[in-house]
């Protein structure tokens, strides 16, 4: 299970795996009383089926019931939640967000852009730093990989790969789970089209995102591709039978729907891609104690394994694995091992590239309105 996450750990060159008595480290008590006086906690972009964020917004607040969390705009995508950030930087009113959950190519964006305050949690050292900023201006959360999630009422034959999606037999049937201009889900399931057509992920020959958006013109030209964005509520109603989706999210609005109607979620043949997730605090957040707090939570094993039980490989996934902290029943629920084998990590530049080439191109490539 661990194979496809040293890929991860690859990209930095020395990963410190802290102390026990490290990784148990409870926030400090100035922490939580200062977070207790100011009492609330702004989050967006939150959806509750998404990597079990329900379980994980219930476990925070039965843990600290003093502070209560406002959640806005849970459909919001990675650029959404930049822009409410800079929206708000005069406000501390409730529409401020104090912290965000967004792609990993926003996370230095939003450094650069002065969106960001840094905190390091207590966790810290089990983060790979492949996937931190090192002055702790964002940090990996958890990953997936891109899937498909198939309505089986209405598709006779589940795709197998991305080559599949552009026959006949599937017209009208494929959406993606959010607008590939500002959504980092979408984002990267056109650079994992890309990818599966053989083009390399970064700038140089055959730039997969721009293979992406080539494919996605292609399938919207079959009549093949719908332009709206795919949910568990589109996927049972018949509006978006095929969604690419991260395999967490396919995975849970399985769950929800309880096989009414059947589906398949499928990790595809080729283009495997995973994608991290990171988070930071607003530089600007009305509640900035509350934030920390907030982060120490999601970075301690009650948080990382509520990831875990959503279907999401939390940060922290091989340090806890190795400390045999991971409940042998959640490992059971993921997709076998060998889904993940081939998965890509693209590196920051690489995501970045794509994101450029996907959010500049798409109205004149594709020219399907997303909404």
């Given amino acids: 299970m661990t194979s496809h996450f040293r890929r991860l750990l690859s990209l930095s060159t020395a990963m410190v795996i802290a102390s026990t008595a490290v990784a148990v480290a409870e926030p400090s008590a100035e922490l939580v ?92 050292d089990e983060i790979p730093d492949g996937v931190k900023d090192a002055d702790g201006y964002w940090y990996g959360d958890y990953y997936g990989v891109m899937s498909l999630i198939v309505n089986k009422d209405l598709v006779k034959e589940t795709p197998k790969d991305w080559s599949d999606l552009l026959k006949a037999d599937y017209a009208g049937q494929v959406a993606l789970a959010g607008d590939p201009r500002a959504s980092n889900q979408a984002i990267l399931g056109v650079l994992a089209a890309g990818l599966s057509s053989g083009a390399k992920a970064g700038q140089e020959a055959g730039e997969a995102g721009e293979a992406g958006l080539k494919y996605f013109a292609e399938l919207n030209k079959a009549g093949n591709f719908v332009p709206v964005i795919g949910k568990s509520g ?75 039980a959503g279907y999401c490989h939390p940060a922290r996934f091989n340090a806890m694995s190795k400390a045999g902290k991971i409940p042998q029943e959640l490992l059971d629920k993921l997709p076998p091992a060998a889904s993940y084998e081939k998965a890509y990590f693209p590196t920051l530049e690489e995501v970045d590239a794509n994101k450029a080439a996907v959010t500049g191109g798409w109205d004149k490539v594709v020219g399907a309105n997303v909404q």
Avoid: R
């Fill in 234 to 308: 589109t996927l049972a109603q018949g509006s978006t039978p095929i969604v690419v989706a991260w395999d967490y999210n396919a995975l849970s609005w399985k769950d929800t729907l309880a096989g009414n109607p059947p589906v398949d979620v499928v990790v595809p043949e080729t283009g495997v891609l995973a994608g991290v997730y990171v988070q930071g605090i607003s530089a600007y957040a009305p509640h900035p104690n509350a934030a920390k707090l907030w982060m120490e939570y999601l970075y301690s094993d009650e948080g990382q394994t509520a990831w875990l």
């Fill in 33 to 124: 009383e200062a977070a207790k006086k100011e009492g609330s906690l702004t989050t967006i972009a939150l959806p509750h089926d998404w990597c079990g964020y329900g379980a994980v917004i219930e476990g925070f607040k039965k843990k600290y019931p003093e502070i209560s969390v406002n959640e806005l705009n849970p459909d919001a995508g990675s650029a959404d939640e930049v822009e409410a950030v800079k929206a708000n930087k005069d406000n501390k009113g409730p529409q401020a967000p104090d912290v965000v959950d967004v792609g990993l190519a926003f996370g230095p964006q939003m450094k650069s852009e002065g969106l960001l305050m840094p905190y390091k949690v207590s966790t810290w």
